[in-house]
């Protein structure tokens, strides 16, 4: 099974940046890819942005062109670099491993906090 360690998180500014890791030693060597979800307070996980074993890479619409993500696979960490922050991204964020039935693990870390506000 694979552990994943977020870290990171931190206040922003509206506009602001920030970068969030995603360690999660052994995902590139079983062939999964990794995904970061984002929980705001009193709602649901919200699927945020993922990688996938070949470099692809999806976004969520509410943070296409201001969130990248990217992995490095001679460490096993994968990054959210996440610009031209807005309130409404204030979230718990979390990443998991994603992919064959074989990456997916049950349940959620801890997460890395991410506020935005002036």
């Known amino acids: 099974q694979i552990h994943v360690e977020e870290s990171g998180g931190g206040l922003a500014q509206p506009g602001g940046s920030l970068k969030l890791r995603c360690t999660a030693p052994g995902f590139t060597s079983r062939g999964c890819g990794i995904a970061w979800y984002r929980q705001a307070d009193g709602k649901q996980h919200e699927w945020v942005s993922q990688?996938?074993?070949?470099?692809?890479?999806m976004y969520a619409e509410s943070v296409k062109g201001r969130f990248t993500i990217a992995k490095d696979k001679a460490e096993d960490i994968v990054y959210l670099q996440m610009s031209d922050l807005r309130p409404e991204d204030t979230a718990v964020y979390f990443c998991k491993p994603d992919g064959p039935l074989r990456c997916l693990v049950p349940g959620w870390g801890q997460g890395t906090q991410v506020t935005v506000s002036a």
């Open positions: 990688i996938n074993t070949r470099g692809l890479t």
